[in-house]
C-alpha cells in the first residue's frame, strides 16, 4: 500500500500491486484501470449465473456456488463499492481508493475460483 501512497503522491503513471505469492506487478495507471474493470465486470458475471442458478440446482452444488460467490463479494468489496459510488455520483475517498491495489489480486483470484466452479457445473 505504501507504493501506491507514494505514487499517488508523487504523481507517477504506474501503480503496484501485490500478486499472492509472486510479489508484485507494476503497471500503467490506464492497465491497472482496465484491469480493474475486467474483473470488476467477471464478478458481475458470475454473481449473475449464480443467481439464475438458485431454482435449477441441487442444494449442496449451489451451495457449493453461493459459498464461493460470499467469498468472491468480499474479496471485491473495496472494488464493488468504489463502483456503487461512483454510479450514484459520490466521492470515492483516498482512503477507499488506496484498498483498491491490495485487494484486486484477491478478487481476482476469487473470481476465477466461481467461474471454475461455474463451468464444472456446466454453466
Do not use: W
Not at 75 to 81: D, I, S, T, V
Amino acid at each position: 500500500m505504501l507504493t501506491v501512497v507514494v505514487l499517488l503522491l508523487h504523481g507517477c503513471a504506474t501503480v503496484t500491486i501485490p500478486i499472492a505469492d509472486r510479489g508484485e506487478k507494476t503497471m500503467t495507471i490506464d492497465e491497472f484501470s482496465k484491469y480493474t474493470e475486467a474483473v470488476f465486470r467477471r464478478q458481475n458475471r458470475a454473481s449473475d449465473q449464480v443467481i439464475m442458478l438458485a431454482e435449477e440446482m441441487d442444494p449442496p452444488t449451489y451451495q457449493k456456488l453461493a459459498d464461493a460467490e460470499e467469498k468472491m463479494l468480499e474479496a471485491c468489496r473495496p472494488l464493488n463499492e468504489i463502483a456503487a459510488r461512483q454510479r450514484d455520483q459520490e466521492s470515492v475517498g483516498l482512503t477507499l481508493k488506496l484498498e483498491i491495489a491490495p485487494a484486486i489480486d484477491a478478487c481476482d483470484r476469487a473470481t476465477t475460483r466461481l467461474e471454475t466452479l461455474l463451468r464444472a457445473v456446466g454453466q
